[in-house]
């Protein structure tokens, strides 16, 4: 269609305060990410997934509906989960956000030719916006890229090009390795619409754990026939995440993570529900630009389902 953009950034989160500035790095991120890909001349949209709304408090949807009203509708759409979508999918109380369902129903909801699917303090570089830029995508092809992680603190709301590629700024550099290009790829898995919806986006049949969600989706990449290519460019990334500053709190008892256990076997191929990503949900127009999906049992798989599982895949290397 003529108005399909070229690109689709699929974000999830809710209002929450995760890490005491979760909504002031998103918006930072998203502005960065829009100026320059505007500047470049790439069609594009943003689609926002809030998941588990806070009682009480306003949805981050409206929020940035407020903050970007000239985008919203168009550039900026927004799909609120039903907070019971939440206790009906999860296996694992400790669970406390199921981010790669709520990212399915990103997946479901874009309408870019491209989607990538990352998170909220993630900046594009200037190799990913080249490559971008010049339309070079291939359909077919998973795209990876290594993610820099930035010295903490940085004032991210100052974020510009000399702090972005400054290396005396650089805290890790998460390399990216064959077969798989697993490492950190929930922050860059950039594929074409079709193929997303070929493979039905990420794991909907382990609902125990979000943690390494993006390794086995990849994982899936592979069996289904795609290519899994790693692009000579970066992302950066801005403060340290739940794994990386909670990690050690949970050595002992990683059955208590709040991310779910680590240790769940993620070296098999699922075979998600046609349902996936809360399609049979009813979504409902709350205002420009943000939609509600309410509840519904239909929209929920089983809570077991050991066809999902197709079969072992080899270990990764």
Same mark, same amino acid.
């Given at each position: 269609?003529?108005?399909?953009?070229?690109?689709? %950034?699929?974000?999830?989160? @809710?209002?929450?305060?995760?890490?005491g500035d979760f909504n002031n790095r998103l918006f930072c991120a998203m502005e960065f990410n829009h100026r320059q890909l505007s500047d470049c001349g790439i069609p594009h949209e943003f689609v926002f997934v809030e998941w588990r709304p806070v009682p009480g408090k306003r949805w981050l949807a409206e929020v940035l509906a407020d903050r970007y009203h000239d985008l919203a509708g168009d550039m900026l759409v927004s799909y609120v989960a039903d907070a019971a979508y939440h206790e009906a999918y999860s296996l694992n109380p400790k669970l406390q956000f199921q981010e790669f369902i709520a990212?399915?129903?990103?997946?479901?909801?874009?309408?870019?030719?491209?989607?990538?699917?990352?998170?909220?303090? %993630?900046?594009?570089?200037?190799?990913?916006?080249?490559?971008?830029?010049?339309?070079?995508?291939?359909?077919?092809?998973?795209?990876?890229?290594? @993610?820099?992680?930035?010295?903490?603190?940085?004032?991210?709301?100052?974020?510009?090009?000399? %702090?972005?590629?400054?290396?005396?700024?650089?805290?890790?550099?998460?390399?990216?390795?064959?077969?798989?290009?697993?490492?950190?790829?929930?922050?860059?898995?950039?594929?074409?619409?079709?193929?997303?919806?070929?493979?039905?986006?990420?794991?909907?049949?382990?609902?125990?754990?979000?943690?390494?969600?993006?390794?086995?989706?990849?994982?899936?990449?592979?069996?289904?026939?795609?290519?899994?290519?790693?692009?000579?460019?970066?992302?950066?990334?801005?403060?340290?995440?739940?794994?990386?500053?909670?990690?050690?709190?949970?050595?002992?008892?990683?059955?208590?993570?709040?991310?779910?256990?680590?240790?769940?076997?993620?070296?098999?191929?699922?075979?998600?529900?046609?349902?996936?990503?809360?399609?049979?949900?009813?979504?409902?127009?709350?205002?420009?630009?943000?939609?509600?999906?309410?509840?519904?049992?239909?929209?929920?798989?089983?809570?077991?389902?050991?066809?999902?599982?197709?079969?072992?895949?080899?270990?990764?290397?």
């Amino acid at each position: 269609m003529p108005d399909t953009p070229y690109l689709s %950034i699929v974000l999830t989160g @809710r209002n929450d305060d995760f890490g005491g500035d979760f909504n002031n790095r998103l918006f930072c991120a998203m502005e960065f990410n829009h100026r320059q890909l505007s500047d470049c001349g790439i069609p594009h949209e943003f689609v926002f997934v809030e998941w588990r709304p806070v009682p009480g408090k306003r949805w981050l949807a409206e929020v940035l509906a407020d903050r970007y009203h000239d985008l919203a509708g168009d550039m900026l759409v927004s799909y609120v989960a039903d907070a019971a979508y939440h206790e009906a999918y999860s296996l694992n109380p400790k669970l406390q956000f199921q981010e790669f369902i709520a990212k399915n129903i990103g997946i479901r909801h874009s309408r870019g030719a491209f989607l990538l699917t990352t998170n909220t303090d %993630i900046y594009l570089s200037r190799g990913v916006l080249d490559v971008l830029q010049q339309r070079a995508l291939t359909t077919g092809v998973l795209y990876r890229v290594r @993610r820099v992680d930035l010295k903490d603190p940085i004032d991210y709301q100052q974020i510009d090009w000399d %702090i972005l590629e400054d290396s005396r700024n650089y805290e890790t550099i998460n390399e990216i390795r064959p077969p798989y290009y697993t490492n950190a790829s929930g922050d860059f898995l950039l594929l074409d619409r079709t193929s997303y919806h070929h493979i039905r986006g990420f794991n909907e049949v382990v609902r125990v754990a979000k943690i390494h969600m993006d390794s086995n989706f990849c994982l899936k990449a592979d069996s289904s026939g795609l290519t899994i290519s790693p692009m000579s460019a970066s992302v950066y990334h801005v403060g340290r995440g739940t794994w990386n500053s909670q990690r050690l709190l949970y050595t002992g008892n990683p059955h208590d993570a709040p991310w779910g256990d680590s240790r769940w076997k993620r070296a098999v191929v699922y075979d998600n529900p046609p349902t996936w990503g809360l399609s049979a949900a009813p979504v409902r127009l709350m205002r420009r630009g943000v939609y509600h999906l309410d509840f519904t049992w239909d929209a929920v798989p089983p809570a077991v389902n050991l066809r999902g599982v197709v079969r072992p895949h080899r270990e990764e290397h």
